[in-house]
């Protein structure tokens, strides 16, 4: 059964009214956060307002110059773009010579973004979704700065530029001048606009999946009579809809990572303590501090891992269970993800977020990994 997302007004609001005016705006989140279903929302609001809204997913997109160019102007609508038409016609002329062309392609494509304010009397949009992504056109020689292209391109748009990133580590490295919205977990309150739930169940709904959207939908979708609890544990055993979207996060933030097989171990040992500093990594890990050092700062580059007054904890919550219960080597036992989730019903209940979705700077970062204990 299929359930309709749950809504974040806030953050819905805040995306709509810097879209409608305001230098680009960076929207982030761990994979699963609901990141795109809050670009797609914002692409229907706009379009209702009398916008010319352009999605792209640049995870898909980016993959060498050319697709990337051809996809993006693919997306880009004809009709009212006809003004445009010859411009857009010698961009994919580039995008198809050949690799010796291809960096003049995308920088031709990027000029063209920057000046697209309006089209037939409607303003323009541009919603580039896991914006980071661009990272995979650098690996072409005439693109190495092509994340700082980008950024060049899009400061100059006055309005209707937002980009969304599940790494806002790289995202602040590529630009740093660009403000930020967290797109915040779901709470309990925010549930409650779900059909059949009472606060109870609501607040045992956000303890078992730390209320990221991905999580909740896999457990709102269940029979109503099913207890919270019972599909919890089969979800999360091996093969459930939450062990898949754990293991496809953990997969793919150690693939960015550096040093796969260290990284997977110190993803182990903060998953079976977590808070614990670098003096404490050291001796877990068995490595010298400096090495350790490294290997946390490149799950943090990745945002794998979070640093808080020189404490690590995980940034998914949930993927923590999962690296507890299945990076071991051995399946867990249904007691054992039984007594896992009953161990996150009893946790302290998750702050409610503040009354409005914050937009910050985040050119400043607050986990320094230049401190040494």
């Not at 974040?8 to 795109?36: F, W």
């Not at 916008?51 to 060498?64: I, K, R």
């Not at 404490?311 to 036992?333: F, I, K, M, N």
Request: proline share 7%; charged share 25%.
């Amino acid at each position: 059964m299929r359930v309709p997302e749950v809504p974040r007004p806030d953050l819905e609001e805040a995306l709509s009214r810097r879209a409608r005016s305001g230098p680009p705006l960076l929207l982030s989140g761990p994979p699963g956060a609901g990141k795109t279903t809050l670009l797609l929302r914002l692409r229907e609001v706009l379009a209702a307002e009398g916008w010319l809204p352009v999605y792209l997913d640049l995870m898909g997109a980016a993959s060498s110059p050319d697709r990337f160019v051809l996809a993006a102007l693919d997306v880009l609508p004809a009709e009212p773009l006809a003004a445009r038409l010859a411009e857009a016609t010698r961009i994919r002329t580039l995008a198809g010579a050949g690799r010796g062309r291809s960096g003049e392609a995308v920088r031709a494509l990027f000029a063209l973004w920057s000046s697209l304010e309006a089209a037939s009397g409607r303003p323009v949009a541009l919603l580039l979704d896991e914006a980071t992504e661009i990272r995979s056109l650098a690996y072409f020689p005439e693109l190495r700065e092509v994340a700082k292209a980008l950024g060049q391109a899009l400061v100059t748009r006055r309005r209707g530029t937002i980009l969304a990133t599940s790494f806002p580590t790289l995202a602040r490295r590529f630009w740093p001048g660009l403000e930020a919205l967290e797109a915040r977990p779901l709470t309990a309150a925010d549930l409650l606009s779900a059909p059949g739930l009472d606060h109870g169940s609501a607040d045992e709904l956000v303890r078992l999946t730390f209320g990221w959207p991905r999580y909740l939908r896999a457990l709102l979708e269940r029979s109503p009579g099913s207890g919270r609890l019972e599909a919890w544990t089969e979800e999360m055993a091996r093969g459930g809809r939450l062990e898949s979207a754990c293991r496809h996060t953990h997969e793919s933030l150690l693939l960015r990572s550096r040093g796969y097989g260290i990284s997977k171990a110190a993803l182990q040992a903060v998953a079976r303590e977590e808070g614990l500093n670098l003096t404490a990594l050291v001796a877990r890990l068995g490595r010298t501090p400096g090495a350790t050092r490294d290997y946390l700062q490149w799950l943090v580059g990745v945002d794998a891992l979070r640093m808080v007054k020189k404490r690590y904890s995980y940034v998914d919550g949930l993927l923590r269970v999962w690296v507890r219960l299945h990076a071991r080597g051995a399946p867990p036992t249904g007691g054992e993800i039984e007594n896992a989730g009953r161990a996150l019903l009893r946790r302290e209940s998750p702050a409610e977020p503040a009354p409005e979705a914050r937009v910050e700077d985040s050119g400043a970062r607050r986990d320094s990994l230049i401190e040494i204990d």
